[in-house]
């Protein structure tokens, strides 16, 4: 006690002042909306949300077009800098490996900073890397700012569900949820026509890397001066600022600003816990098992489809990649069809106040995207194995490849926010660096393996290990709230 009693007398304000009185009631200081408050995300104009929605979802294309849109070029950039084809494949590979890492930046980043810094840096700092990849004079150079760009264009993917959760409520998350998984999927889908037909042309493997750079500078300026920020916390911070200077009142301020986050918090929050809620959770590890799967297909596709199409169809190059509109138009019917679901939902959320009180009912689309995924890998294993059938097959195989692939992915996707959402910062950047991370080597395995083993029996492989994961979504349907209610996490 003595102890305590000499160090309160030796703290000062300096210059002999006293330490002044503490307030009488801090709560009193702490600013906060108002009921209906205008400024709050979620009451803003419905053009205001939707411009900002289109603002950030077309930056996330923009990011997983970069990500995929090398592909078509990498045999050529690979015979340049005179190493093999596999060597060149790194670039696609190490890109979407940066995916993988870029969460333990971007998440914690948003959440201190809010949404509108980390996309805007994000997309310009990725934009400089593939501008870097695309003047590259060797091959480790480009794999390198390769791998940066995938970690500054991870910031889309991380920080996105975020800002669409900051200005959508439960009602119509689902739906913004929806185009973001569309700009997830199309974008990869739609990178090996376009960079297809650049590489087929006079421009070369280079303007598949310049072409989204400029993308991602057009976006990242517009962000820049245009976007607005979304996140509440930060939100009442400019306001609580705002209000010190004009009343000259320096202890007001909004509960962001008392909040001290160390980095063993951060580290907690980003990388030991969502660890940890993968070894302990088995929704969280099953669920992104399966939804890195669902991913790491897109990217196993890059390879197998020029395979099929070029080597036993003959096709040539560019014209080859118009079979990928197939999985395109799948992936826009599984949006619409999550779509036509989703009255049903909003009316099950009006019968529980607006509450969203069974998390499994989200899962409902897969209940016909697994079984339906399964089937278009199987068809197409074994249609494209031979050139007596024709390519329309494996091409009409692609559709159901692409429904089945988002009507999986997005209500898995939802459906891990909404059962673990006071923890869904962890349990998403959990799911991301899990797909990601499992993606990453698809690229460099995908060609040879149909090559090798045949296209039958490649595709047979892929579509037993999607049809044993068909169980998957019917058991936490049923035992999915059981499970919940023993997790040691959420209680």
């Not at 948003?110 to 590259?136: D, K, Y």
């Amino acid at each position: 006690m003595p102890n305590q009693a000499n160090a309160h007398e030796k703290l000062s304000m300096g210059l002999g002042k006293p330490i002044p009185p503490p307030l009488a009631d801090p709560k009193d200081y702490i600013v906060e909306f108002d009921e209906d408050d205008p400024t709050h995300p979620y009451n803003w104009k419905t053009s205001t949300k939707l411009y900002t929605s289109i603002l950030v979802c077309t930056g996330t294309f923009v990011a997983a077009l970069a990500s995929a849109i090398f592909a078509p070029g990498a045999k050529a950039a690979s015979k340049e800098f005179g190493v093999s084809s596999e060597v060149g494949t790194l670039g696609t590979a190490l890109f979407v490996l940066g995916f993988a890492s870029g969460p333990l930046l971007w998440a914690p980043y948003s959440e201190l900073q809010g949404r509108r810094w980390p996309l805007t840096i994000g997309m310009l700092a990725g934009g400089i890397f593939t501008v870097a990849s695309a003047v590259a004079k060797d091959i480790q150079t480009l794999i390198i700012c390769r791998f940066f760009a995938g970690v500054f264009a991870a910031c889309q993917y991380t920080v996105v569900p975020g800002l669409l959760s900051d200005i959508y409520d439960n009602t119509y998350r689902g739906v913004a949820n929806s185009v973001y998984a569309l700009a997830v999927f199309g974008a990869p889908i739609m990178a090996p026509i376009i960079g297809g037909f650049i590489n087929a042309s006079s421009l070369g493997w280079r303007w598949t890397l310049y072409i989204p750079a400029i993308l991602s500078f057009v976006n990242g300026g517009i962000s820049l001066f245009f976007l607005r920020e979304t996140y509440a916390p930060c939100i009442l911070s400019a306001k609580a600022a705002v209000l010190r200077r004009q009343t000259g009142n320096w202890a007001i301020r909004a509960r962001h600003e008392l909040i001290e986050l160390n980095m063993r918090h951060l580290f907690e929050k980003y990388f030991s816990r969502p660890v940890r809620m993968l070894i302990t959770e088995p929704i969280i590890l099953l669920v992104s098992l399966y939804m890195a799967f669902i991913y790491g297909l897109v990217y196993c596709l890059l390879g197998a489809y020029p395979y099929v199409f070029e080597e036993i169809y003959g096709i040539s190059p560019g014209l080859s990649d118009l079979p990928f509109l197939g999985l395109l138009l799948g992936q826009v019917l599984a949006v619409a069809f999550v779509l036509t679901l989703h009255p049903s939902w909003v009316k099950k959320l009006a019968n529980h106040d607006g509450k969203a009180p069974v998390p499994e009912w989200r899962l409902r689309p897969t209940l016909f995207g697994a079984p339906i995924f399964a089937i278009g890998l199987f068809w197409f294993g074994w249609t494209g194995f031979t050139p007596k059938i024709h390519w329309a097959f494996p091409t009409v195989a692609g559709i159901f490849i692409g429904f089945g692939n988002v009507a999986v992915f997005l209500p898995c996707f939802n459906y891990i926010v909404d059962a673990y959402l006071p923890l869904a910062a962890s349990a998403v950047a959990a799911n991301i660096m899990t797909r990601s991370a499992v993606a990453a080597g698809f690229p460099l395995f995908s060609r040879q393996m149909f090559q090798n083993m045949g296209v039958q029996w490649a595709g047979t492989l892929l579509g037993g290990l999607a049809a044993i994961m068909i169980p998957i979504p019917y058991l936490f349907r049923i035992y999915g709230p059981w499970l919940r209610g023993k997790s040691k996490i959420l209680h």
